[in-house]
């Protein structure tokens, strides 16, 4: 399909779409919204709804193809917390990129509804699309257009699908994250060797990208690996929050990867590495990494399973990937794509993924200065303790994972929380030394857990001496 024909296909659709909901609100007696739509659109009496289509209809006919594929009824609109009249419409700005927009300019003139545009292009600036929402377009929602720094039209990523993969790519998009988490650098403790790999991973390059060219190509896979609570996943959360102005974000698990129709995995997996090296710089993070990648000589291993680690394998570094690695350096930043992924588990991995991560890096257990940092991060009253105290609280904690610690933190807090809420039923007024927190509530918190992961904490670590690498500082 020409640029042309794609060009008049978007201008037919949404034309129709305008000719439609005018027909439709005519329909329903509200004449004044009708003229106002047709004032605003310049909707003009050389077109007209035919006679065996409106609006009612495709809406029926939608819930009806709906309910046959997935066995429910579609969701159309979702209740939400406010009340009272329906806002004003604004495009809402979140996620990867935010630029402000252009200055418009005037409407030309003539009878078309839609031709706002005069040349090809500003045909081009019209249908840009923001990567902060794509699951929008993808839905068919016509917000107004604003340009952002990566300057690909919808006309693109809808012909790059067929209609089934379009589908597909709908339900990739779910795991895009949209909204700041807010969590920053400065919060995680105890982890500065995979923070510096993280930062030198995706961070650097969108700084300095004159930087990284020839053999210096940043990584573009990494494994994070550690007993349960060590971070992994804050980590990531961490990284999602500090890029989300320059990078899209797919958080990714097996119940979006895995489906039960045949080859429908294999699909699913490629639509989401297309989708995102159209969004690039782009960032896949999958929790539980060892759910799709388990190894694949076992006799239990399914054909379906094998077909769809083969194809991730692929994507992963395939022929194509190696092409992205020896092409020119602007070329390479379009599409770059950072897997990112964690395990707890990385010994039941296949040897030709681990082949694949560039950088293992082991998440252990907090040092002793590690967990001094946390418990202070976590309750700044402790630093105006004794030094003594909060060195017993750090020898009590040995072997815990930085959870562990916040549990206990939070079961401290729980204590003082119960103390107030018994003051208030007695109606009993406390000293207001009291009112803070002691070192015996926290002292009997830390006291009343246990470590868990001892075991498998020193089992990563004689993993990661044969298999990981080996951070230098």
Known sequence: ???????????????????????????????????????????????????????????????????????????????????????????????????????????????????????????????????????????????????????????????????????????????????????????????????????????????????????????????????????????????????????????????????????????????????AKFYAPSIIFIDEFDSLASRRDTIREHEASKRFKNEFLSLIDGLESAANETAAPTAHDRDRVFLLASTNLPWELDPAFLRRFERKILVDLPTADGRKELIEHLLPTVTAWPEQEIQQLVTLSEGWTGDEVRLACKEASMMLLRNRINERRSNTNRAADQEELQYSMLRKAFEQLRPGCVELAQKHRDWNQRYGTQLVD
Request: net charge positive; glycine share 6%; charged share 25%.
């Open 1 to 275: 399909m020409s640029f042309e024909q794609d060009r008049r296909s978007i201008y037919e659709r949404r034309r129709n779409i305008l000719y439609l909901v005018a027909n439709y609100l005519s329909t329903m007696g509200l004449h004044q919204t009708r003229q106002a739509l047709v004032d605003e659109t310049n909707l003009t009496s050389e077109y007209e709804v035919c006679d065996n289509i409106d609006l009612d209809t495709i809406y029926q006919d939608f819930c009806s193809y709906f309910l046959l594929k997935f066995g429910k009824q579609p969701r159309i609109v979702k209740r939400t917390e406010s009340i009272g009249p329906l806002p004003t419409a604004h495009r809402k700005l979140s996620g990867a990129r935010r630029k402000p927009p252009l200055p418009a300019g005037p409407k030309p003139d003539g009878k078309d509804p839609l031709n706002s545009i005069t040349n090809v292009g500003d045909e081009m600036q019209a249908l840009r699309i923001t990567a902060a929402n794509p699951a929008e377009h993808l839905e068919g929602h016509t917000s107004p257009a604003v340009p952002y720094a990566n300057p690909k039209l919808l006309v693109r990523l809808q012909d790059h699908f067929t209609s089934e993969w379009k589908d597909l790519a709908e339900e990739v998009c779910r795991d895009l994250i949209r909204r700041d988490l807010r969590q920053r650098w400065s919060s995680i403790k105890g982890l500065a060797g995979p923070i510096k790999v993280l930062k030198e991973s995706v961070i650097a390059p969108l700084e300095h990208p004159e930087l990284f060219v020839g053999l210096a190509q940043p990584w573009r896979c990494v494994l994070l690996h550690g007993a349960p609570g060590t971070g992994k996943t804050l980590l990531a959360r961490t990284l999602c929050s500090e890029t989300r102005e320059s990078v899209t974000f797919f958080s990714t698990t097996a119940s979006t990867l895995i489906s039960k129709w045949r080859g429908e995995s294999e699909k699913l997996i490629r639509v989401l590495y297309e989708v």
